[in-house]
Nanobody, 127 residues
Framework: QVQLVESGGGLVQAGGSLRLSCAAS????????MGWFRQAPGKERDFVAAITWIGTNTYIKDYTDSVKGRFTISRDNVKNTVYLQMNSLKPEDTAVYFC?????????????????WGQGTQVTVSS
């Protein structure tokens, strides 16, 4: 049974940082795309970032425009874990953050194209 478990959420002041982790179990995703999405209250779930590994120390990464330069996605294939380093956080970043994984390599921004999802972790940024 595949499981994705997020951790690292919490309450932080604007301008602060958080690091989210997503540990996968049940199968290896080293050659598959993994991503982060978020859902603010009353809004749809939106793409944040995605990553796929294409060779030795070589990755393809994609970010939504609103987080470029502030968020960094990374992965540790040995630990089967993906991370989201979030810096310069803003109140509008407040949301439940979800980890997702595909069964194929290409990154995508479409949530419907991800096969596995975590339960989410709350990130709250106070002004």
């Amino acid at each position: 049974q595949v499981q994705l478990v997020e951790s690292g959420g919490g309450l932080v002041q604007a301008g602060g940082s958080l690091r989210l982790s997503c540990a996968a179990s049940g199968r290896t995703f080293s050659r598959d795309a993994m991503g982060w999405f978020r859902q603010a209250p009353g809004k749809e779930r939106d793409f944040v970032a995605a990553i796929t590994w294409i060779g030795t120390n070589t990755y393809i990464k994609d970010y939504t425009d609103s987080v470029k330069g502030r968020f960094t996605i990374s992965r540790d294939n040995v630990k089967n874990t993906v991370y989201l380093q979030m810096n310069s956080l803003k109140p509008e970043d407040t949301a439940v953050y979800f980890c997702a994984a595909r069964s194929v390599a290409p990154v995508t921004r479409r949530g419907s194209e991800y096969d596995y999802w975590g339960q989410g972790t709350q990130v709250t940024v106070s002004s």
